[in-house]
């Protein structure tokens, strides 16, 4: 549901709208457009539209052109009629409010309490129509020159970088059989029995699965398994007893039970270890550096902990950038509220958009009269810092890119290509968020170098409490 932005209002031309235009206060932010067309006026352009329609119209017995006018009018007179008073009125309504320079809200809405008048071309009378218009009011965006934002910086990264050089060693590595005290790096292969008690239910649930030592989420039976060996047994819990805790994963792949099983799940088993490998880490020499980095990029652990150290540093800068412009955000809106016309927004809300529940929208207004008032701060600060408006190459290559990381795929991939090209003629909303989150990047990128900023050095798992915190509040 969005009520910024106008995208669609007419283009006002001069000269071509001669009609009584007034504009008085109905509340705070609220103004009411009446608008009179005269009959003068009216009578005049429906004759010349209806020599205009004569010129190119052909009726059964008249020659292209030469209908008399009197039949025009019957034929179509209603119909450009009620084109005129459209045009006019819009002319007329869009042109004051371009004029007083209001920042109106949604769409102007008819106003209540003033009668729509008749509209016949037969008699044509003076006709008077009225608008209300809620409006975000016009102000001087105050900026926060003087606050200090928190930037951050993880104090950990030599650590993460060695924890990452790791895992690449067991990834890179190679499966080798093993028959006991089986560490975290080692694959279990099982049989499941369901358990009645403490005894193997005659006829219960029994499949034969790998059991990753890394996915269990019970320290004991951990320290258990560091001392089992092929052919032991033990109680598994698999919905306690894992670290992925969903059960649809749990049901389909390790008890192998397909959707259409409609018995309570079993939550005890036995396990029986059939069989056994453990991952070999791979040996760090210059196949392996090759592999991970690139041929001959690097050729040291020194140097592999700090290309890791550039990787994460980076990673993680670009999550404090977005707490950073949230908060800079978030300081912007505290300097510079405005009360707007709630009521009115919520009326025109409803009258634009049949069906919507009162409960929803009251639970939506607080974030889309924060959009508005963003709206306009945003508007100030672009045109103030003349920020170039992103083009339809700029919005298709970031649609591009959102679609490429969601499936993992090179963003400049032909087929990636062709899905934002598809999504720019047929998603507005998704090309219209895409362009204001361009525009809000690339006015942060010229605000951001003269914020002031205290750093504060937190761990990874602090730095990611911080990210929800943020973000979640």
């Known amino acids: 549901m969005s009520i910024i932005g106008h995208p669609f209002e007419p283009i006002i031309k001069t000269n071509l709208c001669m009609s009584k235009v007034e504009k008085t206060t109905i509340e705070d932010n609220v103004y009411r457009i009446s608008i009179t067309l005269g009959k003068e006026e009216l009578e005049t352009e429906l004759n010349k539209k209806l020599k205009e329609y004569r010129k190119n119209a052909q009726w059964k017995g008249f020659r292209k052109g030469t209908a008399p006018l009197s039949f025009v009018k019957k034929m179509v007179g209603n119909q450009l009629f009620s084109d005129i008073i459209e045009k006019m009125t819009s002319e007329a309504l869009f042109g004051k409010i371009k004029e007083d320079n209001l920042n109106y809200i949604g769409t102007p809405i008819p106003a209540d309490n003033v009668p729509v008048p008749e509209l016949s071309m ?37 650590e993460l970088a060695k924890k990452e050089l790791e895992q690449a060693q067991l990834s890179l590595g190679t499966d080798e059989p093993t028959e006991a005290n089986f560490d975290e790096s080692a694959s279990l292969q099982v049989k499941l029995s369901e358990l009645d008690g403490d005894t193997i239910k005659e006829g219960g649930v029994t499949n034969e699965t790998t059991l990753k030592v890394a996915e269990i989420d019970n320290e004991k039976l951990k320290t258990k398994l560091a001392k089992a060996k092929v052919g032991d047994s033990f109680d598994f819990a698999p919905f ?23 018995g309570e799940l079993p939550q005890k088993f036995n ?6 490998t453990k991952r070999v880490p791979a040996e760090k020499n210059q196949e392996f550096w090759d592999r991970l980095f690139g041929e001959g990029l690097v050729d040291s652990e020194e140097k592999a902990i700090g290309r890791l150290v550039e990787y994460f540093e980076s990673r993680y800068e670009n999550d ?21 016309p709630s009521d009115y927004i919520k009326k025109i ?18 974030l889309i009269e924060e959009d508005l008032v963003w709206s306009t701060i945003r508007q100030q ?47 507005k909303n998704k090309v219209e968020s895409t362009f204001y989150a361009l525009m809000e990047g690339r006015l942060f990128d010229r605000i951001k170098p003269t914020l002031k900023t205290q750093e504060v050095f937190l761990t990874d798992k602090d730095f990611e409490d911080k990210v929800k915190e943020t973000f979640e509040a």
């Open 122 to 158: 037969n008699n044509i009378e003076d006709l008077k129509f009225a608008f209300d218009v809620a409006v975000v009011p016009n102000f001087d965006v105050k900026e926060p020159t003087d606050v200090e934002f928190e930037s951050y910086k993880i104090s950990n990264l030599d």
């Open 240 to 262: 306690e007893d894992l670290s992925v805790k969903d059960e649809k994963y749990v049901s389909s792949t390790l008890l192998g039970l397909d959707e259409a099983y409609e």
């Open 271 to 276: 396990a029986e270890i059939i069989s056994a």
């Open 320 to 340: 404090n950038a977005q707490i950073l412009m949230k908060n800079w955000k978030d300081k912007l809106m505290e300097e510079n509220a405005v009360a707007l």
């Open 349 to 366: 809300i409803s009258e634009t958009n049949q069906g919507i529940e009162e409960e929803a929208l009251d639970k939506d207004l607080p």
């Open 381 to 427: 600060l672009l045109t103030k810092y003349k920020i170039p408006e992103a083009t339809e190459h700029d919005i298709e290559h970031a649609i591009a890119h959102s679609i490429g990381s969601q499936y993992g795929i090179d963003p400049h991939h032909e087929i990636i290509m062709n899905m934002a090209r598809d999504t720019m003629k047929q998603d």
